[in-house]
């Protein structure tokens, strides 16, 4: 599985700003950087050391449009219906329901925070 992640700044989320921040590599460096933006980012480690930061995990499973599935993603499950992806008991999974598995049809619809 590739490790990628993206992240959340609380102090964003509180004033109403639904910016997600992104994992790139930029001259060999890890940062977050703001969705559209590469210019506006953070260190990787000072988003880890920071408790004002939200930070996502991706499940290594994409959707049935190739997207790419984060932990705190919204889905549409052919058998569950609409679900919140978590993890629990040491696995990717939906919040009531199954375990989040490779071979099941999702559609992300949006993420927890852009949901709403």
Do not use: P
């Not at 460096?29 to 990787?44: I, M, P, T």
């Amino acid at each position: 599985m590739i490790y990628k992640f993206r992240a959340w700044n609380r102090s964003d989320l509180l004033a109403g700003h639904k910016l997600k921040f992104v994992q790139r590599t930029i001259d060999e460096e890890l940062y977050f950087c703001l969705e559209n933006d590469e210019e506006f980012r953070y260190s990787f480690s000072s988003v880890f050391e920071d408790d004002n930061w939200i930070v996502e995990q991706f499940t290594g499973v994409h959707d049935c449009n190739e997207t790419e599935i984060y932990l705190g993603d919204i889905v549409r499950h052919d058998v569950m219906g609409i679900q919140e992806v978590v993890f629990s008991c040491g696995r990717f999974q939906l919040k009531i329901g199954t375990h989040f598995n490779e071979y099941a049809r999702y559609e992300v619809m949006g993420n927890k925070y852009e949901y709403i």
